[in-house]
């Protein structure tokens, strides 16, 4: 079966830095996809991920090994807004999106 | 991005009833999709709706619960039908972006069943 593993909670300190990892076993890749979604609201993109490396935009970055089906999201200079679940995603060989659990991420002062 | 609304933004239906959740989106689209996410969960796809033909239904989700209609390129609906409390739950639809193929949400409708 098709799965994707992420850690259910984790907490960080303001302007610190954080790291949610996402394992991935799923037939077939076309892309890994990071969301953020504030409580009671729709889920927003965050980045894509297609080839093995670093993809850097502002403060979040996403880093994915294929072989290893494995990405992780990392948050820089953290702020409370950013209180917040994450979702990885991963599009299958069917172009189909496979959704993790979500991971969700609580900032304290 | 696409800009999509959703309507209802919440309803508390009746148990026996059901409910038209429409889905409008300020560009042609080809794929529309509709998912379910219960509190504290992530996200389960319905069924995906392509204009012009039946909609694709994931397992666990039928036609006759969860019928969508798709008329033209910027509009669906998704009806929840003869609702139970197990229906309770956030409804979203969502579109491909372009060239990559990440998702972009509606703001979803918030349903209780009572």
């Known amino acids: 079966g098709q799965n994707i593993d992420q850690p259910t909670e984790m907490t960080a300190t303001e302007g610190a830095i954080v790291q949610i990892n996402c394992t991935y076993q799923t037939s077939g890749f076309n892309g890994l996809f990071w969301y953020q979604q504030h409580a009671g609201e729709a889920p927003t993109f965050l980045s894509y991920n297609v080839l093995d490396g670093l993809e850097e935009k502002g403060r979040f970055s996403s880093f994915l090994s294929r072989s290893k089906g494995y990405s992780y999201l990392l948050l820089k200079e953290l702020q409370m807004k950013d209180s917040a679940s994450y979702l990885c995603a991963v599009k299958d060989s069917n172009y189909q999106l496979i959704w993790g659990a979500g991971t969700k991420l609580i900032i304290k002062p | 991005s696409a800009v999509i609304s959703q309507k209802p933004s919440r309803d508390i239906c009746q148990r026996g009833t059901s409910l038209t959740i429409q889905c409008q989106v300020d560009?042609?689209?080809?794929?529309m999709f509709w998912y379910r996410q219960q509190p504290g969960q992530s996200l389960t796809l319905i069924a995906t709706a392509n204009q012009g033909s039946e909609a694709t239904y994931e397992s666990g989700f039928v036609i006759d619960k969860f019928p969508i209609s798709r008329p033209n390129l910027t509009f669906s609906t998704l009806t929840v039908s003869n609702m139970s409390p197990e229906d309770s739950s956030i409804y979203l639809c969502s579109v491909d972006g372009q060239g990559r193929g990440e998702q972009y949400f509606g703001p979803g409708t918030r349903l209780t069943v009572t």
């Open positions: 560009s042609q689209v080809t794929m």
